[in-house]
């Protein structure tokens, strides 16, 4: 009985998920590089699917009556091997359309050591919202990226890789986030399902992102907890030592309880209210009224 309930509760959870929003695939016609993932995506749990080879995002616009032109990609978390569909994904966005921020959820390709292929999907998402801006109700000058976790590497990078106007994004928001590829900080998995096991050093420096950082980055909002036993947060407080270099305006959020995972989703931890904290650091960037 209770596996037929589960069963029953994972259908309903995948079919509001996935037809509740517009499903936009990144490459309609198909993908140009593969990254050799042989086994078919699936879900590991309700919340979380794995081994992702056919890129899309899911638009999450905000209401007209709401709308303030700004707008959001989300890369959910998922140590580079899947992504936390639900609590780093379609939660976040309905909390940005609650604020009348037009947000997109990101299922980017699993890398399996084809550390191109991340960024090259959330580079394309965001040229996406750019292409269709005005169908969505977008200012161009206000779409700006986040990321949980690995994701929020993938963000960091987007946000300290571009190479063209259109690739930088307005802003950068990081919860708990990967940055750096060093051995001795980064997450292991992330690092292995990124680069593979045997990176090169010049590879390791390129995705390691607080090396990354210029006077472009955009203004970055950080949010890590002290006692993250997955991510290390020296991760976030060498990005911030670097982007304080750049005189990059930043806001480094530091709880000393949280741990790793935290999402939006209450726990009575001293983290709970680091979305009030967003929120105000949104007030402040003009992104919302």
């Known amino acids: 009985m209770k596996h037929y309930l589960f069963l029953f509760a994972f259908l309903m959870l995948t079919i509001n998920v996935l037809t509740a929003q517009q499903e936009i695939k990144l490459y309609p016609n198909g993908t140009e590089e593969s990254n050799e993932i042989a086994i078919a995506e699936s879900f590991r749990d309700p919340e979380f699917i794995v081994n992702i080879s056919e890129p899309r995002m899911y638009a999450f616009p905000a209401a007209k009556e709401k709308a303030n032109g700004a707008a959001v990609l989300i ?47 959330a580079q394309t998402a965001l040229a996406i919202i750019h292409n269709r801006a005005k169908e969505w109700g977008v200012n161009k000058k206000k779409i700006g990226i986040m990321g949980f976790s690995a994701g929020g590497h993938l963000a960091s990078t987007v946000g300290t890789h571009f190479k063209t106007k259109l690739q930088r994004p307005a802003f950068m928001i990081l919860g708990y986030p990967v940055v750096t590829m060093n051995k001795t900080l980064t997450h292991a998995g992330s690092r292995n399902n990124l680069l593979g096991k045997n990176p090169t050093d010049d590879l390791i420096k390129l995705y390691s992102n607080e090396l990354q950082v210029t006077k472009k980055t955009p203004p970055t909002f950080i949010v890590h907890a002290k006692d993250d036993k997955t991510v290390p947060i020296a991760n976030s407080e060498n990005l911030k030592k670097a982007l304080d270099e750049y005189k990059v305006p930043t806001e480094f959020n530091i709880f000393e309880v949280g741990g790793h995972g935290f999402g939006m989703r209450k726990k009575g931890i001293p983290a709970d209210n680091w979305d009030e904290l967003l929120k105000t650091w949104l007030k402040n960037q003009k992104l919302i009224r």
């Open 75 to 121: 890369c959910p978390g998922g140590g580079y091997s899947g992504v936390s569909i639900i609590k780093e994904g379609s939660d976040i966005a309905k909390w940005f359309n609650e604020l009348g921020i037009s947000a997109f959820v990101l299922y980017y390709r699993m890398p399996n050591g084809h550390y191109e292929i991340p960024l090259k999907d």
